[in-house]
């Protein structure tokens, strides 16, 4: 933070961050959130959670423990997840089978499905297909998709090493549980899935995203910073 400061002091520079958490932040840092597209979430009411999980198939996206956290849940009542995740490498490719395996071990094979190298113009459809989103990974620095699943109006979770996590409020529109847990996965999991079922709750969640991270909300704060410390008034189009 001091070299941070002490480069800002030197070249009278702003910075952006689109990672919300410090607060108040350093003179000359703003925040300028990611900016993802905002729709309406088709499967508002749906009483079957569906459960969606991304990631790379590499060790710290935690798949295994997702497959192991949905274990915890089989008394809770039936349930549906989809695993999607790039397997373009052989130890990518070694990881799906891996985890394909795990699945089939844990009697889930009619439960779960995976899905590998989805094109990401498909990826709204996916998360138009489901009711919660869960990112199991551990150090994650700046992940989008819990943003884009807000934006369809799911309800997220992720852990606490996830950089993008100050997006999330708490039991509003989703849940930050410990990394590397696989109870404190399942419980958050199992929270965000009661929370799928409160009535409305995609469209709010959905509206929050909006109001904080669409394309409209990071214009509006990157112009603010523009106008505010370089005096520059910028007029959004």
Not at 52 to 66: M, Q, S, T, Y
Request: net charge neutral.
């Amino acid at each position: 933070r001091a070299r941070f400061r002490t480069r800002q002091w030197l070249l009278n520079a702003a910075w952006m961050t689109p990672l919300p958490g410090e607060t108040p932040l350093p003179h000359g840092c703003y925040l300028v959130p990611f900016a993802v597209p905002v729709t309406e979430h088709p499967q508002a009411g749906a009483r079957t959670p569906y459960i969606l999980e991304i990631g790379k198939f590499v060790p710290r996206k935690n798949h295994i423990r997702f497959v192991a956290a949905l274990c915890n849940l089989a008394d809770d009542g039936p349930f549906k997840a989809t695993i999607v995740g790039e397997a373009s490498t052989p130890p990518q490719r070694q990881l799906l089978d891996t985890v394909a395996r795990a699945v089939e071990d844990a009697g889930l094979d009619g439960s779960v499905s995976i899905r590998g190298n989805v094109a990401h113009s498909d990826m709204p459809d996916v998360y138009d297909q489901h009711t919660v989103f869960v990112l199991p990974a551990v150090a994650e620095p700046g992940a989008i998709s819990p943003l884009e699943a807000m934006g369809h109006g799911l309800p997220v979770v992720v852990t606490d090493t996830c950089g993008t996590k100050g997006y999330v409020r708490e039991g509003l529109d989703g849940f930050v549980c410990k990394s590397d847990s696989t109870p404190a996965l399942a419980d958050a999991i199992r929270k965000a899935v009661r929370l799928s079922r409160e009535p409305g709750i995609h469209a709010r969640i959905a509206a929050s995203a909006a109001d904080r991270f669409s394309g409209a909300a990071f214009l509006e704060a990157f112009t603010a910073m523009v106008n505010e410390y370089f005096g520059i008034q910028l007029t959004p189009p």
